[in-house]
């Protein structure tokens, strides 16, 4: 059974950068695909990015050229970078898993196998 575990939300000022970290447990990391999920209060689940088992990358217009993601394999951990923090940014972050044969990201929430409990970011104006 696959566990994931979120770290590294907190509260910052617009402008300001976080971190976020996801360590992976229970079967092969390299063996998933990893997204980012986001969901504030009155509104759906947001998918924020995602990465292959190769390491290419996905992020939506949304978020492109202000977050980052990436893994490493070594220590089981997914990473999401998050830079110029607006207010709307402001949710709970979880990470995901697909163990689906694809080389591709999948952006739905349906298509994700493995949960995390989320952390939550809040960004102040």
């Known amino acids: 059974q696959v566990q994931l575990v979120e770290s590294g939300g907190g509260l910052v000022q617009a402008g300001g950068s976080l971190r976020l970290s996801c360590t992976f447990s229970?079967?092969?990391?390299?063996?998933?695909?990893m997204g980012w999920f986001r969901q504030a209060p009155g509104k759906e689940r947001e998918f924020v990015g995602g990465?292959?088992?190769?390491?290419?990358?996905y992020l939506p217009d949304s978020v492109k050229g202000r977050f980052t993601i990436s893994r490493d394999s070594a220590k089981d951990t997914l990473y999401l970078g998050m830079n110029s923090l607006k207010p709307e940014d402001t949710a709970v972050y979880c990470c995901?898993?697909?163990?689906?044969?694809?080389?591709?990201?999948?952006?739905?929430?349906?298509?994700?196998?493995?949960w995390g409990q989320g952390t939550q970011v809040t960004v102040s104006s």
């Open positions: 995901a898993a697909d163990g689906a044969d694809l080389s591709r990201i999948r952006t739905a929430p349906t298509a994700y196998d493995y």
């Open positions: 990465i292959t088992r190769a390491g290419s990358t």
């Open positions: 229970g079967r092969t990391f390299r063996s998933y695909n």
